[in-house]
């Protein structure tokens, strides 16, 4: 396969994944993992390299969040899954 028919390829899979409620919830884990919105200073060059490369790969993925509209969307039902984990975290 030539270049340009795999990157379709990778944009229909992915696709695909956010427009499910359960890609929606996996991807939004992830980014909240790869801390993209938090800050990664540290004194500790090893800690401050290691988070950058989570956050690198976090912006990559975030990249091809911001260009499709369906997955903004779905953010919402992101934070609601988000905040009843949260719930039954203080319940148990």
Same mark, same amino acid.
């Given at each position: 396969?030539?270049?340009?028919?795999?990157?379709?390829?990778?944009?229909?899979? *992915? %696709? +695909?994944? &956010?427009?499910?409620?359960? =890609? !929606?919830? *996996? %991807? +939004?884990? &992830?980014?909240?993992?790869? =801390? !993209?919105?938090?800050? +990664?200073?540290?004194?500790?060059?090893?800690?401050?390299?290691?988070?950058?490369?989570?956050?690198?790969?976090?912006?990559?993925?975030?990249?091809?969040?911001?260009?499709?509209?369906?997955?903004?969307?779905?953010?919402?039902?992101?934070?609601?899954?988000?905040?009843?984990?949260?719930?039954?975290?203080?319940?148990?």
């Amino acid at each position: 396969m030539e270049q340009r028919s795999l990157e379709l390829k990778d944009k229909e899979d *992915f %696709i +695909s994944v &956010i427009n499910t409620q359960e =890609g !929606i919830r *996996f %991807i +939004s884990r &992830i980014l909240d993992y790869c =801390g !993209i919105f938090t800050p +990664s200073f540290s004194n500790d060059v090893a800690i401050m390299s290691f988070k950058e490369g989570k956050r690198d790969v976090g912006l990559m993925l975030w990249s091809q969040v911001y260009d499709n509209v369906n997955f903004l969307q779905g953010l919402d039902y992101a934070k609601k899954y988000r905040q009843e984990l949260y719930d039954d975290d203080i319940k148990n």
